[in-house]
C-alpha cells in the first residue's frame, strides 16, 4: 500500500524515519513533514489562522464553500473597524491624541518593532527608540527625541543596540543607560550631551530594568538576580548587589536611600546607602480557586522537588533550600507593576486584579517574608474575552498624578481608569475606540501628556499579532472630558 502512493524508496524511508523519530521538538513539526512527503495539498491548518489571511501553500482558496456563511460577519467587524479609525482620526483633531505610531516590520515575520521609551525629566520630552528582531545578531536602533506637546520627533544622533529591552535618563540630562536582551546582554551608557557611547557593561542575562539615583551620578542595572552598581563619574562597576530571587523590575524610591525590586509576588527592599538587602515582603492573596489550588499542592511540589534532586550538603543546608522553595509556593497576589507618589508614603501596587496600595512606614516596620496588610485596595474591571470567558486584568502599568491625588492604572482591557484618592471617585480616564492594552504608561513632568505603549490585544485563536504603538495623549484634555479637576 504505502508502495503505491509512495514509489520513491527514499522517500518512503524519509517518511519511516520522520514517523519512528522522537526528535520532534512540536509534533506539529512531524505533520508537516509528513504532508511534504505525501504531497498533500491543503493538509494542515487551523481554520481561524486561515480566515486570518495564514494561507501560505493553501491552493484555490477563493473556492472554498464556507459554512456556514461568515461574509455578514465580516463585513460587520470591518464597519466596526472603519468606525474605530474614523474615530481616533477625530481623536487627533480635537488634539486628545497627539501623537499614535505603530511599530514597523523587523527582519523576522512574527515579530513587529516596539516602542522603548524614557521621559527626560529636565527637558520635558521622550527619549524614543524601536526594537528590531528579537532573533539573530543585534543590529543598531535610532534615538529619537519626542517633543510630547506636538508630537514632532527630531534625531538625537544616538544608536543603540536593536535588542534594546529599557531605558533611563539621568535627572540631570546627562545620561542615557539601555538595557538590552535577546542575547545582547548589556548595558549602554550614552553621554547626551557629547552624543555618544562611552561605556558597555557586560551582564549576564537580558537586563530587565535600569534607574539613575538622584544625583543622576549613579546608575542601577537589573539583570535577574543582580543589581550592578555603576560609578558614572569613575565610569566602572562600583558594587553588585544579589537578590533573593531572579526579578522583573524594580523602582527608587523618592527618598532616593532605597529600592523595591519585585520577583512575581514578592517585593524586596535594598537599603542603597549600605548597598543591603533588607527584607522581602508579599501581599496575601484573596481567597478564591487559585489560592486554594496553591496551598493544596504547596507540600506535594516540594517534596516532589526533593525527590528529583541529588542529595548535596548538610541537613542545614538542605532545609535552607526548603525554605527557599516554599517562598514560590505563598498564597501571594502577583505584583506586575509599582508606583510611588511625590512624597513616598505610599507604595502602589499593580496586581492580577487590581492596585494595592501599602503604607511605607509599614513595610519600613514590618520584618523579613511578612505579609503585607494593604491600606486601601483599587479594584480593576475584569476583561470579557472574545469567547465570553471571563479573564483577571493585569495592572501593567499605573502612574500617579501627585498633585490631583490621582492613581491612574491600566490593563488588558484596554483603557485607563482613575480612582481620586480624596473621594474614592472611580471611573474611565479614557476608553480608545480601538482597545489596546497598554504595556507601559506615564505621566509628563508638566502633566500635559500621558504617554504610553498600547499593545496587540489578547487573542483567543490567532496567532497574528497586531504592531504595538507609541501614544501620547494630551492629559489636560482628557481630564476635562471625565470632569475631573486638572
Same mark, same amino acid.
Given at each position: 500500500m504505502l508502495q503505491k502512493i509512495l514509489p520513491d524508496a527514499a522517500r518512503r524511508r524519509e517518511l519511516k524515519t520522520l514517523l519512528d523519530s522522537d526528535r520532534c521538538t512540536f509534533e506539529i513539526e512531524r505533520l508537516e513533514k509528513f504532508v511534504e512527503l505525501l504531497g498533500l495539498p491543503n493538509g494542515i491548518g487551523s481554520y481561524e489562522y486561515l480566515q486570518d489571511g495564514e494561507r501560505g501553500g493553501i491552493q484555490r482558496w477563493k473556492d472554498f464553500v464556507h459554512i456556514p456563511d461568515l461574509t455578514?460577519?465580516?463585513? =460587520?467587524?470591518? #464597519? =466596526?473597524?472603519?468606525? #474605530?479609525?474614523?474615530?481616533? #482620526? %477625530? !481623536? +487627533?483633531?480635537?488634539g486628545c491624541l497627539i501623537l499614535n505610531v505603530a511599530g514597523g516590520k523587523t527582519d523576522h515575520r512574527i515579530f513587529s518593532s516596539q516602542p522603548i521609551w524614557c521621559i527626560a525629566q529636565c527637558t520635558n520630552e521622550v527619549l524614543l527608540a524601536w526594537t528590531g528582531s528579537p532573533m539573530g +545578531? #543585534?543590529? *543598531?536602533a535610532n534615538v529619537m527625541r519626542v517633543n510630547i506637546q506636538t508630537g514632532k520627533m527630531d534625531e538625537t544622533g544616538l544608536q543603540a543596540s536593536s535588542h534594546i529591552h529599557c531605558m533611563a535618563a539621568s535627572p540631570d540630562g546627562a545620561w *542615557?543607560? +539601555?538595557g538590552c536582551a535577546c542575547g545582547d546582554w548589556k548595558t549602554e551608557i550614552f553621554d547626551l550631551k557629547a552624543g555618544k557611547l562611552v561605556r558597555e557593561i557586560p551582564q549576564l542575562r537580558a537586563v530587565s530594568e535600569v534607574c539613575f539615583n538622584r544625583t543622576g551620578r549613579t546608575l542601577y542595572s537589573l539583570s535577574e538576580s543582580t543589581i550592578t552598581v555603576i560609578d558614572l563619574n569613575a565610569g566602572e562597576v562600583a558594587a553588585k548587589i544579589s537578590l533573593p530571587e531572579v526579578s522583573q523590575t524594580m523602582l527608587l524610591h523618592p527618598s532616593g536611600e532605597y529600592l523595591v525590586a519585585v520577583c512575581q509576588g514578592l517585593f524586596t527592599l535594598v537599603h542603597l546607602p549600605t548597598q543591603k538587602v533588607l527584607k522581602s515582603l508579599w501581599i496575601e492573596q484573596a481567597p478564591g480557586p487559585m489560592r486554594d489550588l496553591m496551598e493544596r499542592v504547596k507540600a506535594q511540589k516540594i517534596d516532589e522537588k526533593f525527590l528529583n534532586m541529588v542529595p548535596a550538603g548538610s541537613a542545614e543546608e538542605l532545609e535552607k533550600r526548603r525554605r527557599q522553595m516554599e517562598r514560590h509556593f505563598l498564597p501571594k497576589q502577583p505584583v506586575h507593576s509599582l508606583s510611588f507618589g511625590s512624597l513616598g508614603n505610599c507604595l502602589f501596587c499593580g496586581g492580577r486584579d487590581g492596585v494595592y496600595v501599602i503604607l511605607w512606614d509599614k513595610i519600613l516596620a514590618a520584618s523579613d517574608m511578612d505579609a503585607m496588610k494593604p491600606q486601601a485596595y483599587i479594584p480593576a474591571e475584569q476583561i470579557v474575552r472574545e469567547d465570553a470567558t471571563s479573564n483577571n486584568n493585569l495592572i501593567y502599568a499605573m502612574p500617579i498624578d501627585s498633585s490631583a491625588k490621582r492613581v491612574l492604572f491600566a490593563g488588558l482591557e484596554g483603557k485607563v481608569r482613575f480612582m481620586n484618592l480624596p473621594d474614592e471617585r472611580l471611573g474611565d480616564l479614557l476608553s480608545p475606540p480601538v482597545k489596546r492594552p497598554f =504595556?507601559? *504608561? %506615564? !505621566?509628563?513632568?508638566?502633566? *500635559? =501628556?500621558l504617554i504610553g505603549t498600547a499593545i496587540s490585544p489578547p487573542q483567543v485563536r490567532s496567532n497574528k499579532r497586531e504592531p504595538a504603538y507609541f501614544q501620547i495623549w494630551n492629559y489636560k484634555v482628557l481630564c476635562q472630558a471625565a470632569n475631573l479637576s486638572w
Open positions: 455578514a460577519e465580516k463585513n =460587520a467587524k470591518r #464597519a =466596526a473597524k472603519l468606525k #474605530a479609525k474614523t474615530e481616533m #482620526a %477625530q !481623536l +487627533v483633531k480635537d +545578531v #543585534a543590529g *543598531l *542615557l543607560a +539601555v =504595556a507601559s *504608561l %506615564q !505621566l509628563s513632568p508638566d502633566r *500635559l =501628556a
